[in-house]
Nanobody
Framework: QVQVVESGGGLVQAGGSLRLSCTAS????????MGWFRQAQGKEREGVSC????????YYADSVKGRFTISRDNAKNTLYLQMNSLKPEDTAMYYC???????????????WGQGTQVTVSS
């Protein structure tokens, strides 16, 4: 059984920070690229960031570049998303997902968590 679990979401004021975490079990964690997606109310799911299996390559959506940082600790089977300078438009359900390689298309990801809600107030 593969299980992916996100945590760290919550309510913050604009300009604040959050760090999301994602733990994965039932898979060889460092065989997979790991990505973050988000889906705001009434909008389609969009890719936020992805990191290669080794952590050597990272990718970011234009909307979060310079504000968010993705990282991973393979020894802990854990993925992180440091979110700084948060804006109300960052409000969404954030999902962690695993894929063979980083892809912008959500359908290419094999395993998904249940999501963690991030709400940014102004």
């Amino acid at each position: 059984q593969v299980q992916v679990v996100e945590s760290g979401g919550g309510l913050v004021q604009a300009g604040g920070s959050l760090r999301l975490s994602c733990t994965a079990s039932g898979l060889t964690f460092d065989d997979y690229a790991m990505g973050w997606f988000r889906q705001a109310q009434g909008k389609e799911r969009e890719g936020v960031s992805c990191i290669s299996w080794s952590g050597g390559s990272t990718y970011y959506a234009d909307s979060v570049k310079g504000r968010f940082t993705i990282s991973r600790d393979n020894a802990k089977n854990t993925l992180y998303l440091q979110m700084n300078s948060l804006k109300p438009e960052d409000t969404a359900m954030y999902y962690c997902a695993a894929a063979i390689g980083c892809e912008r298309i959500w359908a290419e990801y094999n395993y998904w968590g249940q999501g963690t809600q991030v709400t940014v107030s102004s």
